[in-house]
Nanobody
Framework: QVQLVESGGGLVQAGGSLRLSCAAS????????MGWFRQAPGKEREFVAA????????NYADSVKGRFTISRDNAKNTLYLQMNSLKPEDTAVYYC??????????????????WGQGTQVTVSS
């Protein structure tokens, strides 16, 4: 498995930006597809974005398409989520996840086998 630690969350006004980072340990990071998920209070955890192991393919939830960008630096074992034009409805705990079973992009939560502890993002109106 991969150990994951998120950072970069915080409080931001609507229309602002944040960049989340996810530091990974373990040799299999570069062979793992990665994803970002989020969970708002009282709601289920939902898919946000995913990227293939080499960063060639990405996928986004419709709600964030055009505003968020997922990227990775395999030399640094780090995953990123650039979030622009933030809205109050983006408020949630954001989790990064690793799919060590394969390099391809998937959106289903149960396809990921390693999770970080989460970082809080709060967008004020």
């Amino acid at each position: 498995q991969v150990q994951l630690v998120e950072s970069g969350g915080g409080l931001v006004q609507a229309g602002g930006s944040l960049r989340l980072s996810c530091a990974a340990s373990g040799r299999i990071f570069s062979r793992s597809a990665m994803g970002w998920f989020r969970q708002a209070p009282g709601k289920e955890r939902e898919f946000v974005a995913a990227i293939s192991s080499m960063g060639v393919s990405t996928n986004y939830a419709d709600s964030v398409k055009g505003r968020f960008t997922i990227s990775r630096d395999n030399a640094k074992n780090t995953l990123y989520l650039q979030m622009n034009s933030l809205k109050p409805e983006d408020t949630a705990v954001y989790y990064c996840a690793a799919r060590s079973r394969g390099p391809t992009v998937v959106v289903r939560l149960n396809e990921y086998d390693s999770w970080g502890q989460g970082t809080q993002v709060t967008v004020s109106s």
